[in-house]
């Protein structure tokens, strides 16, 4: 009689933009002044992350009440990536993170935004616990790919595409070729190749409508990414970046792309849950539910 095995359950979510009080801020005391461009547009968008903190125990609360075995963010914890935003946002999310080897996460651009020479390393000081690398002999730089090997058939692979990006006009990044070359014999790994696969990185290869994302906002190299994920034989692409919910097909490639969105954008909130089950995905999308303050399916 074969096993039956209950399938096993991911919530992505992503950009939850934790943003203090940055409308509230004086940016004399604390930028260049290329910044202030970007921190006047940071301050219009962050009127609609104003109950981020709500949302946030509200997803707690639906991790908790969903069997959820493995937690997922693919970045924008923060608006500006300061220390003090950093802090707040993992003290937010830390819940989510027990046990640490069940949470995988990538930086998002605004993670990394304002301080070029010590960003990475301010952003892993804050999120260090959660990115142990089951095959570390893999990395290319800093911590990256992290790989998570997840019971005995998921693996989390995580590539960075973001980078310090400072000026107010451009938001776009890229996947060094040296990690898409880690990739690319870590999806012939004998630990990897029978399993399903997922696939994580901040920007998003394709919009909704199955085109690239424009050249200021988007992943500069999709296509070389994408062409490096042919090698999944069965998994999924999984990103942010974009906010809006998503799940598209990708031409020439096996899997399919899901964007969670933003869980906390006021109007837009969103997130996946995904059960994988025999080497099959289920997904399910999660919307905010204002009237109860709760997200449901
Ligand atoms: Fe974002
Ligand atoms: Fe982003």
Not at 113 to 122: D, I, K, L, N, Q
Not at 217 to 223: F, R, S, V
Not at 255 to 270: F, V, W
């Amino acid at each position: 009689m074969s096993e039956i095995k209950e399938p096993l359950r991911i919530l992505h979510f992503s950009d939850i933009h934790v943003g203090l009080q940055i409308r509230h801020m004086s940016w004399k005391k604390w930028f260049s002044k290329r910044a202030i461009g970007a921190i006047n547009l940071l301050r219009g968008r962050a009127k609609y992350f104003d109950e981020v903190e709500e949302k946030i125990a509200a997803l707690i609360r639906f991790k908790e009440a969903n069997n959820i075995d493995l937690v997922i963010h693919t970045g924008d914890y923060t608006a500006l990536g300061l220390e003090s935003e950093l802090k707040l946002a993992k003290q937010l999310v830390s819940p989510l993170m027990t046990p640490p080897q069940r949470y995988v996460t990538v930086p998002g651009n605004h993670d990394i935004y304002a301080h070029e020479a010590s960003s990475h390393y301010r952003f892993s000081e804050q999120f260090c616990s959660v990115l142990q690398n089951d095959l570390p002999e893999y990395c290319r730089g800093g911590h990256w790919p992290l790989i998570r090997l997840v019971g005995d058939d998921v693996a989390v692979i995580a590539v960075n595409s973001s980078r310090p990006n400072p000026w107010p006009w451009r938001s776009n990044g890229s996947i060094p070729q040296e990690q898409l070359d880690a990739l690319k014999e870590i999806l012939e790994d004998s630990h990897i190749k029978n399993r399903y696969v997922f696939v994580i990185t901040h920007y998003a290869p394709r919009l909704k409508n199955g085109l690239p994302d424009s050249k200021l906002h988007g992943l500069i190299n999709a296509d070389a990414f994408l062409e490096t994920c042919k090698g999944i034989a069965n998994g999924a692409i999984l990103c942010g970046h974009v906010h809006q919910t998503y799940q598209v097909a990708l031409e020439g490639l096996s899997c399919d792309l899901y964007c969670a969105g933003s869980a906390t954008m006021e109007g837009h909130e969103g997130f996946w849950v995904y059960e994988v089950k025999n080497n099959h995905l289920k997904a399910k999308a999660v919307f905010w539910d204002a009237k109860n303050s709760s997200y449901r399916y």
